[in-house]
């Protein structure tokens, strides 16, 4: 293997670690953190969240959005 090849293969593993970086770095950084501050505070200090989130729509659209909707709509088909 000649020097420019090695110089190559060795740049290609430098950019593949700091891309690996890049991409697991932010993920771990905050699980890293979350664990520590479970750690450090009481668990019983806040309580359960009691949300039915499986009764709010997905997509939501506000009232007067929606109302304006309408009126573009009326303005645009001529009536």
């Not at 000649?2 to 290609?12: F, G």
Request: charged content about 15%; some cysteine; hydrophobic content about 45%.
């Amino acid at each position: 293997m000649n020097p420019s090849q090695r110089l190559l293969k060795a740049a290609m593993t430098v950019l593949g670690l700091c891309l690996a970086a890049y991409i697991l770095a932010p993920p771990l950084y905050w699980h890293i953190t979350e664990g520590v501050a479970a750690v450090g505070r009481d668990s019983f200090s806040c309580p359960p969240c009691l949300c039915d989130c499986s009764s709010y729509p997905l997509l939501s659209i506000p009232e007067e959005m929606s109302l304006f909707y309408i009126l573009d709509m009326k303005i645009l088909s001529g009536e």
